[in-house]
């Protein structure tokens, strides 16, 4: 299952699955518009959807010809409030309103409504700015009785059941993992899930459980932390360490420490996964008009293009794929938006900020290497013959716009180096070929797939016991002769 590069965009696209996705037509035309990954979101629908959805894919990206990488989002502890008796209520600036974690869940008013987190009422006090609905309506915390928390509406509107709640600088405790949490994680193992989304990681321990719990369910996924607390922030390089990937998750994230913040914060995120060799997706609301809309509006092409700009690996759509009206034009618009904007961006060659530091592995000093030559000499394409995947990793952390191939003989890696940035995955079984045609076989595949020509240079890696992970420990630079 082998896929035409032309002009490879180096950054990917993760779109969200979802009703308007479940036509097999769709989500076919879906991933030839440029889906590199999709995301199953274990916020909404059954384990029994999700598991179609997966099968679906699956197929669908068979059928296309493309390897198609999956992300499971695990929902995590969103902090809500309960419902109301008669429909949704309207608050008005000044007024009086309280949260009760003792209310009947379908108890809500005008007054008053549930809160499902039972821990509120002691980790709030005078003074907390509590934020509803991401953030549109605003409360001031004025008491604190028993289970009732008193406050005063400070920015109104119409409130609804189960909206979201925040604190301000963050702070409220829920643990990360949720009962409903352990068994998608199951979920996620036995369906062979690419990555795993771990919501709302205060620590790098919320993580650290994560993988424990994935690894004794059989999984072999990498996972993903949401950066959306304000406490994520506090432990940003830990979290970083004990993850894969981060993603930037806007939404939450904004909510808690404030959108003039947010921007600033999503750079020094995408940073940060750079330095510690991660991959780092960037999400949320990018192209939300087009839920309704058949064009994105100029400010959402600017955010997408700024975050190309910024290093992300990927950006992603989430309602705009899942349950919009046009979710492929949004892919089209975004692929378009990031080829836009790969043109422009000045190519950060990190090389030189490597060079005083102590390589972990001869594979990650193979790949710097590489990128070094690639970046000095005029070659066309990297080959990485590899079997975890890693070697393009680490190559892909030095910004080059010379395409990255990773040659894998397993369809797990296929799927994993979607998300990298530059890298694309073809699979070539090395252990079904003769050391002395090694080259000449991978040239022929690479030409009659469009991926370099005649008389192109092109530099590979390989181990040296070829089908053995971690073991790329040399480098050619050839000329291609098919």
């Not at 045609?437 to 530099?459: F, H, N, R, T, W």
Request: aromatic letters at 4%.
């Amino acid at each position: 299952m082998n896929h035409q590069q032309r002009a490879p965009r180096r950054t990917k696209i993760v779109t969200t699955l979802g009703p308007a996705t479940d036509d097999p037509n769709v989500l076919a035309d879906l991933v030839r518009a440029g889906a590199d990954v999709v995301r199953v979101n274990f916020s909404h629908g059954k384990a029994s959807d999700h598991i179609e959805r997966i099968n679906r894919i699956r197929d669908v990206a068979e059928s296309v010809g493309r390897h198609v990488g999956i992300l499971g989002d695990l929902s995590g502890p969103k902090i809500r409030i309960e419902r109301f008796a008669n429909g949704p209520v309207e608050l008005r600036e000044g007024e009086a309103f309280a949260l009760d974690t003792a209310l009947a869940v379908d108890g809500g008013d005008i007054h008053c409504v549930g809160v499902a987190y039972q821990p509120l009422p002691k980790e709030v006090g005078e003074g907390d700015v509590l934020l509803l609905n991401d953030g549109l309506i605003v409360l001031e915390v004025t008491g604190v009785s028993g289970t009732r928390v008193h406050t005063r509406v400070v920015s109104g509107g119409e409130l609804s059941n189960n909206k979201g709640l925040n604190r301000r600088g963050g702070g409220l405790s829920a643990a990360a993992l949720t009962e409903k949490d352990y068994a998608d994680i199951e979920l996620a193992a036995k369906m062979r899930l690419d990555y795993l989304a771990v919501s709302f990681p205060k620590n790098a321990e919320d993580m650290n459980e994560a993988r424990e719990r994935l690894v004794r369910a059989g999984g072999h996924g990498k996972l993903v932390a949401k950066i959306e607390r304000a406490e994520a922030i506090r432990h940003l390089e830990s979290i970083t360490e004990a993850s894969d990937a981060v993603m930037v998750a806007r939404g939450d994230l904004g909510v808690e420490v404030g959108y003039a913040e947010l921007t600033g914060l999503q750079k020094r995120i995408i940073r940060m996964a750079q330095k510690k060799y991660r991959v780092v997706i960037t999400a949320t609301q990018m192209m939300e008009s087009m839920i309704s809309s058949p064009a994105p509006t100029r400010a959402e092409v600017s955010d997408v293009a700024n975050a190309v700009m910024d290093g992300t690996d990927a950006v992603m759509l989430s309602a705009e794929s899942a349950v919009g009206k046009y979710p492929i034009r949004a892919v089209e618009a975004m692929a378009s938006v990031i080829e836009g904007a790969e043109k422009y961006q000045v190519e950060y060659n990190r090389t030189r900020e490597r060079i005083d530091g102590t390589f972990h592995s001869t594979d990650q000093a193979i790949a710097m290497a590489v990128m070094y030559t690639a970046n000095h000499v005029d070659v066309k394409a990297i080959f990485a013959l590899t079997e975890s995947g890693s070697t393009t990793l680490w190559m892909s952390r030095v910004r080059s716009d010379i395409p990255i191939y990773a040659f894998t003989r397993h369809e797990s890696t296929c799927n994993r180096v979607t998300l990298y940035r530059g890298v694309y995955p073809v699979a070539f079984d090395v252990t079904h070929t003769n050391p002395e045609d090694l080259y000449p076989s991978i040239m022929a595949q690479a030409v009659e797939l469009g991926l370099c020509k005649q008389g192109d240079s092109i530099i590979v890696t390989q181990g040296e016991l070829s089908g053995v992970a971690g073991g790329t420990n040399g480098m050619k630079i050839l000329k291609v002769s098919v």
